[in-house]
């Protein structure tokens, strides 16, 4: 059946944005390969999610870290169903430590910008070379608002501002032969990883900083990634486009000198 669907392969799919990306995906008529990294079960229920939605999908391990594990991830895909039409680097493959700069250790600071870059350089190497073949692709990378923001996560934030730089030397290969790459910059998203750090003062916060009045689930996240996946939006290339709920604007807004002069 797979064989006349588009495939889209989605890292770190077995929780959170990924998760949510993958059942996006599913409802749009996709084959979806759901990696994961140690969470088989977690990845066998966003299958199975799938299917009961009338999807088709399947679970594939990798360390999306390890080019060797990639190489193989990829190669599978290849040789089961011929193509990969989408490709979404999501995996959150080192959790972001808060600590600031002069208790943050460099083994810490470098795992997280070797994580973060490992997991979309063997990706995209990989991927670019089946897209360029085929003539056709979508890559989509996700990354954070925190690339521009001080003083809160600098090992996070390194690593995230590092891959929007690269993903746009992904997307000006990608363009030559008809590839379309964009990233996602989101602000806070209601995961559970980062759930568990929004007390109430912080939902507050955000909530009122948002043009939706409320926190930006994962659902929200999964839909613009889908959307950059869709034919409609063959034409934007190359693109660092933030999804914040309108936090950017409103922090600004909301901010006692703004309001006083406003
Ligand atoms: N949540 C937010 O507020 C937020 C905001 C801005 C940007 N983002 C970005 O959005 C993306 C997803 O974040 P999230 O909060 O949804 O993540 P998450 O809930 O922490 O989930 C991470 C997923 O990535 C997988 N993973 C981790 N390392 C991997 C590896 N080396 N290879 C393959 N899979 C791996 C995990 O699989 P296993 O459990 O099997 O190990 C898990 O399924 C990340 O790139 C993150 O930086 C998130």
């Known amino acids: ?22 059942r996006e995906f599913g409802r749009r008529g996709y084959h979806v390969i759901v990696n994961y990294r140690s969470d088989a079960d977690a990845a066998k229920d966003v299958v199975a999610a799938i299917e009961e939605e009338g999807g088709s999908a399947q679970a594939a391990r990798a360390d999306v ?26 995996a959150n493959t080192v959790n972001p430590s808060f600590l600031p700069l002069a208790e943050l250790s460099w083994e810490a ?7 973060e870059l490992s997991g979309v350089f063997f990706l995209s190497q990989r991927i670019l070379a089946i897209m360029r073949e085929q003539r056709a692709g979508r890559i989509v990378f996700i990354s ?13 934030s390194t690593a995230k501002a590092a891959l929007n730089t690269f993903s746009r030397h992904v997307a000006g290969i990608g363009a030559q032969y ?11 998203v ?6 568990q750090g929004f007390g109430e003062g912080l939902r507050t916060y955000l909530t009122d900083r ?47 000198l703004t309001t006083h002069f406003g």
């Not at 209601?190 to 759930?195: A, D, H, K, P, V």
């Open 144 to 156: 954070s608002t925190a690339a521009d923001s001080i003083g809160m996560a600098v090992a996070h």
């Open 1 to 22: 059946m797979s064989q006349h669907k588009r495939v889209a392969l989605i890292s770190g799919a077995g929780r959170g944005i990924g998760a949510a990306t993958a």
């Open 210 to 256: 948002s043009v939706i009045d409320r926190l930006v689930e994962p659902e929200d996240a999964a839909r613009a990634v889908a959307l950059l996946a869709d034919d409609d939006f063959g034409a934007v290339a190359g693109q660092l486009i933030r999804l914040d709920g309108g936090y950017d604007i409103l922090d600004q807004q909301l901010h006692p």
């Open 109 to 115: 600071f470098a795992e997280k910008v070797n994580g």
């Open 65 to 90: 870290c390890d080019g060797g594990q990639v190489a193989a991830l990829i190669e599978g895909v290849r040789e089961e169903h011929g193509r990969i039409d989408v490709l979404v680097c999501n």
């Open 190 to 195: 209601r995961t559970e990883s980062s759930g």
């Open 178 to 188: 008809g590839v379309t790459v964009n990233t996602l910059a989101f602000g806070a």
